[in-house]
């Protein structure tokens, strides 16, 4: 989760959004207190219902998407991802050049 809030600072700035969705039985009080403990800033919506889960197929977790600004998903992957990577920074950068439509 450390690397998700260096994510998200890097890019608040260019109009780029973090989601961190849960799925975590525990709700959104468990939720919101780890990420309130750990001084993350991102946003962290609760899916405990897996009504975005299921949207998305989501099989397991972690699982990242990379939408771009027409809605469109642009990278996934399943499993821990290493968002300092450049790989995934590059990932980033090219939806964020985008023009907006």
Do not use: C
Request: net charge positive; no cysteine; charged share 25%.
């Amino acid at each position: 989760m450390p690397s998700v809030q260096r994510v998200h600072e890097a890019f608040r700035d260019k109009d780029v959004v973090v989601l961190a969705i849960s799925v975590d039985g525990g709700g959104e009080k468990a939720v919101k207190s780890f990420i309130a403990k750990r001084g993350y800033t991102f946003t962290t919506p609760v899916d405990v219902r897996m009504d975005i889960a299921r949207k998305f197929w989501v099989r397991g977790v972690p699982t990242t998407y990379v939408i771009n600004r027409q809605g469109a998903i642009v990278a996934h992957g399943f499993g821990p991802v290493d968002f300092d990577s450049p790989a995934f920074v590059q990932y980033i950068q090219t939806p964020a050049a985008e023009p907006r439509g």
